[in-house]
């Protein structure tokens, strides 16, 4: 199992030499696709592939083994494992999926721990990757995003527990919505296929305004953005997936693939907000707003399942995750 988290490691000369012809056979290939995905969104390819070819290995990752994966299936399934307790309930719901996915997987866990091996019991081609628990399940997303840009779409997810009293409430409302049916599922990949403006989807619970739920990560936010060059002019509201969990189109996280983030988490306190976690849980769904494209909102299986998709922002809810998983507790009970 790969590990990450720690060193930096810095091109060699011949990495350095080699990335124009890698440029030149990328864009080759990638023009194919305008046809397909569009001007703008072939651009937002060209980017990021530009990107991973130029930047040094040690700004983006700490260990390559993991960089030239070749995908085996449509999509991709992230899931950062750190609360084993509720893990059953996410393997469950992914082998409710009858297509087939890559699952990616970081943990801090060791490599015989019995959670480990409980997931590789159901997919024995897993990609591993062990890593701190910097930055909760957001850290060791992003120092994933390299590997990811070669699929069309993927799912993250992680053993959500929070820090509230829905905490099990919120996981359950994510998993239901991102995989309330075979139907819905089906219709979501077709969805991220067929339009190339569809850059997240989510639960549509938990589709919050970000203007309105800055909750002290404002200062912070809109460093990172003026840092990451995302430009903020005319983003008067946009929404955000509480909670990390949602669909994504790889390529939306360009922006992310310019630094090494590791340094820039602190060490878990149990912090509720203030963190570069919250600030970049955020930070995700205004991509969507800033890129002018659309995002689907994906409904509880309880709800009838179902999705909605609309030009971002939509229409993101006001309402504190806490109080809108509360009157879905409430709502269940009656």
Avoid at 39 to 47: E, M, N, Q, T
Avoid at 124 to 147: H, I, K, Q, S, W
Avoid at 182 to 209: H, I, N, R, T, W
Avoid at 326 to 334: D, T, V
Wanted: charged content about 20%.
């Amino acid at each position: 199992m790969e590990r990450f988290g720690g060193g930096k490691r810095l091109a060699g000369a011949n990495e350095k030499n080699a990335w124009p012809l890698k440029i030149y056979n990328m864009l080759r290939n990638e023009f194919r696709m305008l046809r397909q995905e569009g001007l703008k969104f072939l651009v937002k390819r060209i980017k990021s592939k530009i990107l991973l070819s130029v930047i040094p290995h040690g700004l983006r990752r700490p260990n390559t083994a993991l960089a030239n994966i070749t995908p085996k299936a449509d999509f991709a399934v992230v899931l950062h494992v750190f609360h084993t307790d509720v893990l059953d309930e996410i393997l469950e719901a992914l082998q409710g999926i009858e297509n087939p996915f890559d699952l990616f997987v970081t943990t801090p866990l060791e490599g015989s721990d019995p959670a480990l091996k409980r997931i590789r019991t159901f997919y024995p081609n897993t990609y591993m990757r062990a890593c701190a628990n910097r930055g909760r399940d957001v850290g060791p997303f992003l120092a994933l995003l390299p590997e990811l840009q070669a699929y069309p779409a993927c799912c993250k997810l992680h053993t959500k527990k929070g820090h509230t009293d829905y905490g099990d409430t919120w996981r359950k409302v994510c998993l239901e919505s991102l995989f309330a049916s075979q139907e819905q599922v089906d219709s979501l990949l077709a969805a991220f296929q067929e339009d190339p403006c569809l850059l997240l989807a989510g639960p549509e619970l938990m589709y919050k305004s970000g203007p309105a739920l800055m909750l002290g990560n404002e200062k912070r936010l809109l460093n990172l953005a003026r840092q990451l060059g995302i430009p903020l002019q005319g983003a008067s509201e946009w929404g955000f997936f509480a909670g990390t969990m949602f669909w994504f189109r790889p390529y939306l996280m360009t922006p992310f693939l310019q630094r090494y983030w590791h340094p820039g988490f602190t060490k878990e306190q149990g912090a509720m907000d203030g963190g570069l976690e919250h600030v970049l849980e955020r930070v995700f769904g205004l991509l969507a707003t800033v890129e002018k494209g659309r995002v689907a909102l994906l409904r509880t299986a309880s709800a009838g399942g179902g999705m909605r998709i609309v030009d971002a922002p939509g229409n993101p809810d006001s309402n504190l995750p806490s109080e809108t998983l509360r009157i879905y507790h409430e709502a269940g009970k009656s």
